[in-house]
């Protein structure tokens, strides 16, 4: 019994501190982005990582999700003879959820798990460490490009996740089950908000700083873990990154959710 509460206790240290120095990370992240000298390219190059990389992916992911909420829609409004309100259905289950949650989730697989590999791998080759001898910030010149290209381009890969997804709708739900054109917009244009819209910037821009955060940390802190050393160690964190963002991010879309309804 004794031994079960010191393993427990050591656990929910070991906890604390990962929660503070995941904290610390973010905060010197942040700070980065506002300390001289300030570079575009490194920005740029992150741009180019974090949103072209993930275009296609978003744009097929996007389309597909789009037929589907047509194609169930269509029939289930049908049942209670309100198939003409297929494009409210389709705008605002996009724009309010899927749309920025979706894109979140992809984005995770797509760059938070090569995040967390590069800045591991940097970390265990000592690369780091190389940088800090240099007196260079490892913080404002590898981590802070990242959130500030997550910060610009989450936002825009879910609006062209929700544009893509309401065409795929209209695919679908007019052009190959005969809905009304005419009512399909005037149900969307009609039923999304100004409120609808915030919150789904709201949502892009706290997942893109949960994606980036969550990732970089866990490898930048990969030494420090169980079992962290080697290309094994930087494996783990990588699968744990992934798994803890996605996880992230469905638990902040409810607190947001909850908090805006």
């Given at each position: 019994?004794?031994?079960?509460?010191?393993?427990?206790?050591?656990?929910?240290?070991?906890?604390?501190?990962?929660?503070?120095?995941?904290?610390?990370?973010?905060?010197?992240?942040?700070?980065?982005?506002?300390?001289?000298?300030?570079?575009?390219?490194?920005?740029?190059?992150?741009?180019?990582?974090?949103?072209?990389?993930?275009?296609?992916?978003?744009?097929?992911?996007?389309?597909?999700?789009?037929?589907?909420?047509?194609?169930?829609?269509?029939?289930?409004?049908?049942?209670?003879?309100?198939?003409?309100?297929l494009g409210s259905a389709v705008a605002l289950s996009l724009v309010r959820e899927l749309g920025p949650v979706l894109t979140g989730l992809m984005v995770t697989g797509r760059v938070?798990?090569?995040?967390?590999?590069?800045?591991?791998?940097?970390?265990?080759?000592?690369?780091?460490?190389?940088?800090?001898?240099?007196?260079?910030?490892?913080?404002?010149?590898?981590?802070?490009?990242?959130?500030?290209?997550?910060?610009?381009?989450?936002?825009?890969?879910?609006?062209?996740?929700?544009?893509?997804?309401?065409?795929?709708?209209?695919?679908?739900?007019?052009?190959?089950?005969?809905?009304?054109?005419?009512?399909?917009?005037?149900?969307?244009?009609?039923?999304?908000?100004?409120?609808?819209?915030?919150?789904?910037?709201?949502?892009?821009?706290?997942?893109?700083?949960?994606?980036?955060?969550?990732?970089?940390?866990?490898?930048?802190?990969?030494?420090?873990?169980?079992?962290?050393?080697?290309?094994?160690?930087?494996?783990?964190?990588?699968?744990?990154?992934?798994?803890?963002?996605?996880?992230?991010?469905?638990?902040?879309?409810?607190?947001?959710?909850?908090?805006?309804?």
């Amino acid at each position: 019994m004794i031994e079960w509460l010191e393993n427990l206790g050591a656990n929910a240290l070991g906890t604390l501190i990962e929660i503070g120095r995941a904290g610390v990370f973010l905060f010197w992240s942040v700070v980065g982005i506002f300390r001289p000298p300030f570079k575009i390219m490194p920005i740029i190059k992150q741009i180019h990582v974090i949103g072209a990389t993930s275009f296609t992916v978003i744009f097929f992911t996007g389309a597909f999700v789009g037929m589907v909420l047509g194609l169930q829609g269509y029939y289930t409004l049908r049942m209670f003879g309100a198939e003409g309100a297929l494009g409210s259905a389709v705008a605002l289950s996009l724009v309010r959820e899927l749309g920025p949650v979706l894109t979140g989730l992809m984005v995770t697989g797509r760059v938070g798990s090569s995040i967390c590999a590069e800045v591991g791998i940097m970390r265990i080759s000592e690369q780091i460490d190389a940088l800090e001898c240099m007196a260079i910030d490892p913080y404002r010149y590898l981590i802070s490009p990242k959130v500030v290209a997550s910060l610009i381009t989450l936002p825009l890969l879910t609006a062209i996740f929700n544009i893509v997804g309401l065409m795929g709708g209209f695919l679908v739900g007019v052009r190959l089950l005969g809905g009304s054109e005419g009512a399909y917009m005037a149900t969307m244009k009609s039923s999304v908000l100004a409120a609808d819209i915030r919150m789904c910037f709201i949502k892009s821009v706290c997942f893109a700083i949960l994606i980036v955060w969550i990732c970089a940390d866990r490898g930048y802190w990969v030494h420090k873990s169980r079992n962290g050393f080697g290309a094994e160690g930087v494996s783990r964190a990588t699968t744990h990154a992934v798994v803890i963002s996605s996880v992230a991010i469905l638990v902040a879309d409810y607190i947001i959710t909850s908090i805006l309804l």
